[in-house]
């Protein structure tokens, strides 16, 4: 079966303390997304990657960080210079060609709680 | 404004047809997109529509596209309490996509 994966479901952080999200996909997709989606605000774009060891900063990226050593995997670090950082944080991934057709297969996301 | 834009909350009954409006500010998109979340679920594509068409129709969707508007719009004819849910416009740019805040739609028995 083909898909894009996230763990944990729910984590729970302390203030001060850095914490990554996993997100993996086996869809062999060149590009892949980070997005933050809080209640009324739609989603939000941290950072993306389009190419392995490439990723560009998104709207909101201050406070998060990426790496993209292997095209499977794209992990995220939310680190305590995130000031809010209590969200849901949805994973993407898509075929890179612009200007055509680009569906984004969305991973089920990560509630991030920070206490 | 904002560049994708579409109201906050829809609520109809079931059976009913539902109709989620769109609207954009940049017509250089190639594809249009309509995404489906459920609660505490990811997002998953439901239809979309390349932008030299007018309409598209999938079972009981139909998307609309007016680009001279700038306006998409999506039905969802007899509409069901498995419909409720997020949905969400987006517009192709530069091989990302920028997405509307979501619209939530409610279904009354």
């Known amino acids: 079966d083909g898909g894009i994966t996230q763990s944990p479901k729910y984590l729970f952080r302390k203030e001060g303390q850095n914490v990554t999200l996993s997100c993996e996909q086996n869809?062999?997709?060149?590009?892949m997304y980070w997005y933050r989606q809080d209640p009324g605000q739609g989603l939000r774009l941290i950072y993306y990657?389009?190419?392995?060891?490439?990723?560009q900063k998104g709207d909101i990226a201050e406070g998060y960080s990426v790496s993209r050593e292997k095209k499977e995997s794209f992990p995220l670090t939310v680190t305590s210079a995130q000031k809010n950082p209590t969200a849901f944080y949805l994973c993407?991934?898509?075929?890179?060609?612009?200007?055509?057709?680009?569906?984004?297969?969305f991973g089920p996301g990560t509630r991030l709680t920070v206490l | 404004g904002e560049d994708v834009e579409q109201s906050l909350f829809l609520s109809v009954r079931e059976g009913d047809s539902s109709v989620i409006n769109c609207t954009y500010t940049?017509?250089?998109?190639?594809?249009l997109y309509w995404y489906k979340q459920e609660p505490g679920a990811g997002l998953q594509l439901l239809t979309y529509?390349?932008?030299?068409?007018d309409m598209k129709q999938d079972q009981r969707l139909t998307v609309l596209l007016n680009k001279k508007d700038k306006h998409l719009s999506l039905r969802i004819a007899d509409t069901q309490t498995g419909d409720s849910a997020i949905y969400f416009c987006a517009r192709g740019s530069q091989g990302n996509l920028i997405f509307g805040k979501g619209t939530k739609l409610s279904v009354k028995p």
């Open positions: 529509i390349f932008s030299n068409m």
């Open positions: 869809l062999n997709h060149d590009a």
């Open positions: 940049d017509s250089s998109s190639t594809y």
């Open positions: 993407a991934s898509s075929t890179f060609l612009a200007g055509s057709y680009n569906e984004q297969f």
């Open positions: 990657s389009q190419i392995v060891n490439d990723f």
